[in-house]
């Protein structure tokens, strides 16, 4: 339990991890290892799935707050969310509302780039529609106007799942069809080279703040699943290795990015900085990781901070909303 500041009364906690997306495995560990943290500064929380029991357990014996570790789109598109929300029951994050935007990426990159936000030029092509107008003459097209190499990710998605990087124009089909295994839509975009930079963004109290940028350094070049989650495939740098000029812009354009997608509490904007210095944002993550090798627990390690203490401040102040 927390121990509230304000009130003295005990918090009850609930993490909720699992679910039934492809990202189901990182989820529990993600779940377990918030469990951990919060039990070294003291709190005691409970493991949910998100499954039938979890409405009865709402509604029988409501926690406090909820802090979801659920990825993929069961903890990232907001529908979830908003039934917590119908049970009257407070999380940590971003409301349904937020989520289902930066969920879609399309969407989130549609708002980035009225915002004046940068963000590498797309293109956001439905199956359907890839059929229909013949893939040959569709793809001609893509590469035509964004050139090569491209960058193709299911337009819903996280974890890496069904992206790749085409070099060759040859190899566009076999991505495309990889990428509609997982989502029905495929975002295109234009392959931006440069570094791969995360940087996660906390509220504890006084507004956004943006955590030292994380450098990702991918043994084979490529930040997909196997290289997120398989020990010795990627190199993290934290904080990453950029100038304090390049490093100040990047914390901008972060903050920019998560304010401008209505997010709260706590998210990841992920980036590409290029080698003149300039950040283009990829996407944003209203579920960050949280197991040993996630990027957020990395930054809050870069800002000497202690995980279970953010996470119990994020769930107090969740808590106080409610």
Request: net charge negative; charged share 20%; hydrophobic share 45%.
């Amino acid at each position: 339990m927390i121990r509230s500041m304000a009130s003295g009364d005990d918090v009850r906690v609930m993490v909720l991890a699992g679910g039934l997306s492809y990202e189901r495995d990182v989820s529990l560990r993600s779940g377990r290892r918030v469990l951990d943290a919060l039990r070294d500064v003291g709190v005691q929380a409970e493991l949910h799935d998100s499954d039938v029991a979890l409405l009865p357990a709402l509604q029988e014996d409501p926690p406090d707050a909820v802090l979801i570790a659920l990825h993929g789109a069961t903890g990232e598109d907001g529908s979830l969310r908003g039934v917590l929300d119908l049970c009257g029951v407070p999380y940590v994050g971003p409301d349904a509302h937020a989520s289902r935007v930066a969920w879609d990426k399309p969407s989130a990159k549609a708002m980035l780039s009225e915002a004046g936000i940068p963000t590498p030029e797309w293109v956001a092509l439905p199956h359907d529609r890839f059929s229909e107008l013949g893939a040959v003459a569709v793809l001609d097209r893509i590469v035509d106007r964004l050139g090569l190499p491209l960058m193709i990710k299911p337009a819903q998605g996280g974890s890496g799942l069904g992206a790749a990087v085409v070099r060759e124009e040859a190899d566009l089909p076999a991505a495309m069809v990889g990428c509609f295994a997982y989502y029905t839509t495929a975002l295109v975009e234009k392959y931006v080279p440069g570094k791969n930079i995360a940087v996660s963004i906390v509220d504890l109290g006084s507004g956004p703040q943006a955590l030292p940028p994380v450098e990702i350094v991918p043994r084979d070049g490529v930040y997909d699943y196997a290289a997120r989650y398989t020990a010795g495939l990627t190199t993290w740098h934290a904080p990453a290795r950029l100038d304090e000029k390049t490093t100040a812009r990047v914390i901008e354009v972060s903050l920019a990015a998560h304010k401008t997608l209505g997010l709260r509490d706590m998210s990841r904007v992920d980036l590409i900085v290029t080698e003149d210095g300039s950040p283009q944002v990829l996407g944003t993550n209203v579920s960050p990781g949280l197991t040993e090798t996630s990027l957020l627990p990395l930054a809050v390690q870069a800002a000497g901070l202690s995980l279970g203490r953010v996470l119990a401040t994020l769930i107090e102040r969740a808590a106080a909303r409610g």
